[in-house]
């Protein structure tokens, strides 16, 4: 009897600990990671905001832009992520979707993050074939290089290059600092300092998980 009960005991256990596994592997492929962010272009007698919103569930990668590829146009892709390294962790998403509005066009492009120490690289770029005139074709690229002193906070230089705001400079440059606290990111750039084409951007990010 005894040994019989200790039979029962351990199937119970076995049991339990084997639907605990199962339901974490669901509510892991049930899991959602959302992030939605706004930037607000501070320049001399100009001013628009650029929103990008994105979902990632697994290898899945959905976002959408709205006056990056051009003003009053938004943009859809799909993307698989990739995630490798220790040391050095690299985060590599390519994407494809298509562009509407002011602009129509298919686009190809991706986003990376590299990792290492407190160091970090972060390149997002993309390349719309316009469906009216392949003079209109345009390459896109927003780049920081960055160090974290603490998990809250991080500073670097930034580039970038935007159809919607195009000066005497092929890339803009500039400097940056970032602070998070919980779930909400505030940045700020300031590029092509000390010039004539100089201009602000601040930027609010959200992150949220389904978990």
Do not use: C
């Amino acid at each position: 009897m005894k040994k019989l009960f200790i039979l029962i005991v351990i199937f119970l256990v076995n049991e339990d600990f084997s639907f605990a596994q199962q339901m974490d592997s669901v509510a892991k492929k049930a899991s959602w990671d959302l992030h939605g962010e706004v930037s607000g272009y501070i320049i001399p007698d100009e001013y628009f905001l650029l929103p990008i919103v994105s979902a990632d569930h697994n290898q899945l990668h959905l976002e959408a832009r709205y006056n990056y590829e051009d003003d009053k146009t938004a943009s859809l892709f799909g993307g698989y992520n990739f995630s490798f390294g220790n040391k050095l962790s690299v985060d590599f998403t390519p994407m494809g979707g298509f562009a509407f509005g002011n602009t129509d066009g298919f686009v190809l492009g991706y986003n990376a993050e590299f990792s290492y120490w407190n160091l970090g690289f972060s390149t997002q770029a993309e390349y719309l074939f316009d469906f009216s005139d392949p003079d209109f074709n345009f390459f896109y690229s927003w780049n920081e290089l960055y160090y974290l002193p603490a998990d809250w906070i991080w500073f670097g230089v930034s580039a970038q290059r935007l159809r919607e705001h195009q000066t005497s400079l092929d890339f803009q440059r500039g400097i940056f600092l970032a602070v998070q606290k919980k779930w909400l990111t505030v940045s700020g750039y300031y590029f092509n300092p000390f010039t004539s084409d100089d201009f602000w951007v601040v930027t609010l990010g959200v992150d949220f998980s389904t978990k």
